[in-house]
């Protein structure tokens, strides 16, 4: 225990960063046996566990988030993990430097994918027909605004011609 008291005085920034680093993904090692292989106390260990994992002092420490994994990997571990009780999923994840949180979330989102897809399939088709049936009433205006316009023309030409034939009587 002597030794492991000299230790937690001074700790090299290095020795420090790998111990923290053994603490995450790929290894997860847990704090109590880090503490007993170390010789360095649980709470020591606990509080750099938090502070990297609150993206505090310690910098450079690659650790696993969520927010690194495709959705290919997040599809294949809940394939993974979809017939696993609670407490096998809860160790899979601890093994993975995952959440059990997480993974119950990309379970519910991989369920409700397939359907929510078949919605909105069926929602686009109601939205195209609706703007099909929007799209033959304006052709349909614009058939009988221009049918209009060309009445309107042909009988401005017929008044000039009336009127240069008749010697434009209806100036006013």
């Not at 008291?5 to 920034?13: E, G, L, V």
């Not at 020795?15 to 603490?23: G, P, S, T, V, W």
């Not at 290894?27 to 993206?55: D, F, Y």
């Amino acid at each position: 225990m002597n030794n492991g008291k000299k230790i937690q005085s001074s700790y090299a920034a290095e020795q420090k960063e790998a111990l923290i680093k053994r603490m995450f993904h790929p290894e997860n090692i847990t704090v109590p046996q880090l503490a007993m292989e170390t010789g360095i106390s649980k709470s020591t260990l606990a509080t750099w566990k938090n502070k990297a994992r609150q993206g505090g002092q310690v910098k450079n420490i690659n650790i696993n988030s969520n927010k690194e994994l495709s959705s290919r990997e997040k599809f294949l571990i809940v394939m993974e993990t979809y017939s696993l009780p609670e407490i096998k999923l809860s160790e899979y994840c601890r093994s993975k430097g995952l959440y059990v949180e997480h993974v119950k979330k990309w379970r519910e989102a991989c369920m409700n994918s397939n359907g929510q897809e078949h919605e909105i399939s069926k929602e686009l088709k109601i939205e195209l027909m609706e703007e099909k049936k929007k799209s033959k009433s304006l052709e349909k205006e614009l058939n009988r605004k221009d049918k209009a316009l060309a009445e309107t023309a042909a009988l401005l030409v017929l008044r000039k011609k009336l009127g240069a034939i008749f010697g434009d009587q209806e100036e006013e």
